[in-house]
């Protein structure tokens, strides 16, 4: 039997979802691509945050409704664009080994500067659609001018190349997975410390139906990855406590050394999230350890909470 396996269009989405029809093969498990294109793939004129108030999952939802209407048997995604709550037919058959979970610079030469932190010459303009990196940006660097920027990993590295932007920021799992050519443009990888990523970033997701045969839920097994699945849980736990998407400014890393879970976490206070006036009214780091996951989970939210609510 070949399954149907849901990707987007996208350079990147492609290649994850061949990744994952590969490592299926490996196992017994035949699937063809099934492209699907998503309400974000259509929608490149507002950033992302703001599609995400009126329309979560914006890179999952078509995808969903093509499981649950039977039209694809399993979904590749994205960990870092799955909602936490799913629908109620549907589950995560795997989660992938994470791959490099940090974020990092992209900048154009005449925008380089050593001196500077970050190496951004002063009152750089930078794009990104993310609300967590404006605010890590800012909490950087105060001086700097953030706009939003759209399209696929590609589209964004040539706009640094043709100078739309001094720079951008963008996730190194996708860079290293598409294997760009980034000659022309400097390529800066950021502390984990400094710019926590956003919660579930580096790993992929493979959604399937509840009601899937059983011999594709046992080759999913063979590819998940337990560590990667705790980690990316806590952070996602924390994301649900504080009921945020893309509109919740939250950089978090959790790592999971023996039997102790460490936190990374970022969080940035904005006066009102769905003004598109952005009024920064602080920036939070801290780090959190435990043996015990409840709670770790309940005193990040808590301490979180504590920002957001003043």
Not at 96 to 113: G, N
Not at 190 to 197: C, K
Not at 268 to 283: A, E, I, N, T
Request: aromatic letters at 6%; one cysteine or more.
């Amino acid at each position: 039997m070949k399954y149907r396996l849901g990707t987007r269009k996208s350079d990147l989405a492609r290649t994850q979802s061949t990744h994952v029809l590969e490592s299926l093969k490996k196992n017994g498990i035949e699937c063809e691509l099934v492209f699907i294109e998503s309400e974000g793939d259509r929608n490149h004129k507002e950033a992302l945050y703001q599609i995400e108030n009126i329309t979560p999952g914006l890179f999952t939802k078509q995808l969903e409704i093509a499981l649950l209407n039977n039209q694809i048997d399993l979904a590749v995604h994205s960990l870092k664009d799955l909602p936490t709550e799913q629908p109620q037919d549907l589950r995560v058959g795997a989660i992938t080994s994470r791959v490099s979970t940090e974020d990092c610079l992209l900048i154009h030469p005449d925008a380089f500067e050593h001196s500077q932190p970050l190496f951004l010459k002063p009152q750089a303009h930078v794009g990104t659609s993310s609300l967590r990196r404006e605010a890590q940006l800012l909490s950087a660097r105060p001086d700097l001018k953030v706009s939003p920027i759209r399209g696929n990993v590609p589209t964004r590295v040539n706009a640094i190349k043709e100078r739309k932007f001094d720079a951008t920021l963008l996730a190194v799992a996708g860079l290293e997975r598409l294997q760009l050519n980034l000659d022309g443009v400097h390529v800066l990888k950021l502390s984990e410390r400094e710019f926590p990523p956003a919660p579930g970033q580096g790993a992929l997701a493979i959604e399937i139906r509840n009601d899937a045969p059983e011999a594709l839920k046992l080759a999913l097994q063979k590819i998940h990855d337990e560590i990667s699945e705790i980690e990316t849980r806590v952070e996602r736990r924390v994301l649900k406590g504080l009921f945020g998407g893309c509109t919740l400014p939250l950089g978090i890393r959790c790592y999971k050394e023996n039997n102790l879970l460490k936190t990374k976490v970022f969080i940035g206070v904005l006066r009102d999230r769905k003004s598109l006036f952005k009024d920064w009214l602080g920036f939070h780091h801290f780090d959190i350890s435990s043996q015990d996951e409840e709670t770790l989970v309940d005193s990040i939210v808590q301490k979180v909470k504590g920002f957001l609510n003043g």
